[in-house]
């Protein structure tokens, strides 16, 4: 009896070890499946493609993601028709310049029978003409007039100039910016273009007009960012920075550049640091509601000044993405095909008044919206917290009361995409310039590309945009000059 007690409690001693070693292998293997996920993740982020296709059949999310649907395959076509080129038309407001072409006087007769041949017409053809830039110098003449009694002398006053006693026209200070903010194109290689035309301007010296037209412009983006926290949703989005001489931090460390927009009004602002502090300056004054990603510096700020707080649609998607990345999951397929149909809604009301939108909102996506909660409620608990699945629908569990506030208002976005949109060239440009030498440097470049970011939402030629302005703001004396000068007032010039 003794022998067979002992014998019982050595198998149950062996089976809690299988059950404990069955465990341990289930996390490892949950934990492989992860670090998988992760190196995969790493590979495509270090050297694959950007855009988030699940398939050949689907539309890169990050560019146009308001196109995504949830329509099924199309079937292939059974043969493929041969594509046609289309030539490029040339504008017709461009200048012409006509080269003419004609035979030999001994060509114009028939040998057939000899009679003079008649001008029928002509052949047109049209090629572009690219003409590399040249820098011209203005010599500026101010006449001088004395009396004869050696009293009294004048001289005649010209213009005054965007900075004062500077060889930089606004010409030439609109170029460099286009080509620094918008172009991404650093100081040095700016510098490398204007010697190849026998041009030497330092990159301290662009670098200092930078900071000069930053400052000038400083009334301007105030303005856009008034006209930003009178819309009802503002988007916001952060990326690092690096700084070189921030004081009291190392130049190894990470600042940020804060990105927000409401409609055509985009705002970018420096911070050296990512803290709901931050976040706090920049809502402080604003009631209306908020689209973030899911960094949680934003909950407590929303809580505090009572502002509506929406979530991403695009980044919850964005986690089932990684999911597939993985490998086949038909549950994460499932989900992205759902979330879909939401999109699919989105683009049928795109152009819908926001009273309208919310009708639609209520009646057709409220119902897609249950089924996504429904379908969530049912795989959350059976998935694997710390794998990519698990990770993805806790973040969809623990952002939805966010994530659905879109509906309640015809006013309000489904995703952040548009302040991703808006802080991408910035992003494209730190590739190329990779850091920001002083703080004044990085707040210069935050106003550049406030002013910049935002012609360009309103279809502006930035360019032509700059140059206007560097004209006027010298001259102007009252708010509503300022106001006048602003990308919403501006009235091409051509």
């Not at 001489?245 to 911070?271: C, D, H, T």
């Not at 819908?352 to 049912?378: C, G, T």
Request: glycine letters at 4%.
């Amino acid at each position: 009896m003794q022998s067979s007690q002992i014998l019982q409690k050595e198998i149950n001693t062996l089976k809690e070890k299988l059950e404990q070693r069955d465990s341990q292998l289930k996390n490892n293997a949950a934990y492989i499946k992860s670090l998988e996920a992760t190196l995969i993740d790493f590979k495509k982020n270090r050297f694959g493609s950007k855009s988030e296709k699940t398939n050949t059949d689907q539309l890169p999310l990050f560019n146009e993601v308001e196109l995504i649907t949830d329509a099924k395959k199309l079937p292939k076509p059974r043969g493929k028709k041969k594509k046609t080129g289309k030539r490029t038309t040339l504008p017709k407001d461009l200048e012409r310049i006509d080269k003419t072409y004609d035979t030999d006087e001994d060509q114009k007769t028939c040998p057939h029978d000899g009679n003079r041949l008649k001008h029928i017409g002509e052949v047109v053809t049209e090629q572009f003409y690219l003409k590399p830039a040249v820098i011209k110098v203005i010599k500026h003449k101010q006449y001088k007039y004395a009396c004869s009694c050696g009293k009294h002398i004048i001289t005649a006053k010209k213009p005054k100039d965007m900075i004062g006693k500077s060889i930089a026209t606004p010409e030439l200070l609109s170029y460099i910016c286009v080509s620094k903010y918008a172009d991404c194109l650093p100081l040095y290689r700016i510098n490398n273009m204007f010697k190849r035309i026998d041009v030497n301007i330092s990159r301290q010296v662009m670098s200092n007009w930078m900071i000069k037209c930053a400052n000038a412009i400083q009334p301007l983006v105030n303005l856009i960012g008034d006209a930003l926290y009178d819309q009802p949703c503002v988007h916001i989005d952060e990326t690092s920075i690096q700084v070189l001489k921030e004081v009291g931090k190392k130049a190894s460390s990470k600042s940020y550049m804060w990105v927000q927009r409401a409609g055509n009004n985009i705002l970018f602002n420096y911070y050296n640091s990512r803290s709901s502090k931050v976040v706090e300056q920049l809502l402080s004054n604003y009631q209306g509601a908020l689209m973030t990603d899911g960094y949680p510096g934003y909950d407590a700020v929303a809580v505090k000044y009572n502002i509506t707080h929406l979530a991403c649609w695009v980044h919850a998607r964005r986690y089932f993405i990684k999911v597939i990345d993985s490998g086949k999951n038909p549950n994460a397929q499932k989900m992205i095909d759902i979330i879909g149909k939401l999109y699919a809604i989105e683009k049928e009301i795109k152009e819908l008044h926001p009273d309208e939108k919310y009708k639609q909102r209520q009646e057709n996506s409220l119902p897609v919206i249950e089924e996504i909660k429904k379908f969530l409620d049912k795989i959350l608990h059976s998935t694997a917290p710390s794998g990519v699945m698990g990770k993805a629908l806790v973040y969809l569990q623990n952002q939805w009361p966010k994530l659905i506030r879109y509906i309640d208002d015809g006013n309000y976005p489904i995703d952040n995409n548009a302040a991703e949109n808006a802080i991408r060239p910035f992003v494209v440009g730190r590739k190329n310039w990779l850091f920001a030498n002083t703080p004044n440097g990085a707040h210069a470049s935050a106003n550049l590309y406030s002013i910049i970011e935002t012609a360009k939402a309103h279809n502006l030629n930035p360019q032509e945009y700059l140059t206007y302005i560097f004209k006027e703001l010298p001259l102007v004396k009252t708010i509503d000059d300022y106001e006048k000068l602003l990308p919403c007032n501006y009235k091409s010039i051509n």
